[in-house]
């Protein structure tokens, strides 16, 4: 089992987060868009979130910024947090926009809000887990989506949930992270999300 529990951490890092939520919403939602447009928002989203950081990241690890996928040392996350802060306010100012699709809106709005309170407590010398944030963040979003659309998705909630846990386990086993820092980042992307359930649900 622990030589299991670290394929979870890149099966659910942080960068894929995105994505995976707004495959939930799109193919998972009774919403009122045509299938070529699902796959463009898809396209968007992927764009902006996993292939434009990827570039990034190779970058920065050519520069000697960053010496992993898991930017592990608090000195070398500050970047890469910019970076997707400033990729997620882009992607919601110019695509996926309040007006065009508020759930999803609110689902990145969140996101940055996590990013941003990721970025402050590095500041604090304090390191939150980037991870529990970004499943936390996917769980609290798919529990919103079931209340907002009256949908069952209580078999895709309760799998969250257990990968909250199987992730935390994960982090731990790879030292990455000590409980305080997971307990954070998990408090971190949970509320990040629910403080603005008020303005969709």
């Not at 996993?50 to 050519?62: H, N």
């Not at 798919?142 to 209580?154: E, M």
């Not at 997971?182 to 999300?193: R, V, Y």
Request: glycine share 4%; with cysteine.
């Amino acid at each position: 089992m622990k030589k299991i529990l670290p394929v979870f951490s890149y099966l659910f890092h942080p960068i894929f987060i995105p994505v995976f939520g707004t495959l939930f919403f799109l193919f998972f939602t009774p919403n009122y868009f045509e299938v070529y447009q699902k796959y463009l928002i898809l396209l968007q989203v992927s764009l902006i979130t996993i292939l434009i950081p990827v570039s990034f990241f190779y970058l920065l690890r050519t520069l000697g910024k960053v010496d992993s996928v898991m930017v592990s040392e608090l000195s070398q996350r500050k970047i890469p947090l910019i970076i997707q802060a400033v990729l997620i306010i882009i992607l919601i100012q110019k695509s996926i926009t309040i007006d065009a699709i508020p759930e999803l809106f609110f689902f990145f709005f969140g996101g940055l809000i996590s990013t941003v309170l990721a970025l402050v407590f590095l500041f604090a010398k304090i390191k939150a887990s980037i991870h529990m944030i970004g499943i936390s963040n996917l769980t609290a979003f798919a529990i919103g989506i079931s209340i907002h659309y009256q949908i069952n998705t209580l078999v895709f909630i309760a799998f969250l949930i257990l990968m909250n846990g199987i992730i935390a386990a994960s982090r731990l086993e790879m030292k990455a992270h000590t409980n305080k820092e997971l307990a954070i980042g998990f408090l971190i992307g949970l509320l990040s999300q629910i403080l603005f359930w008020c303005f969709w649900l």
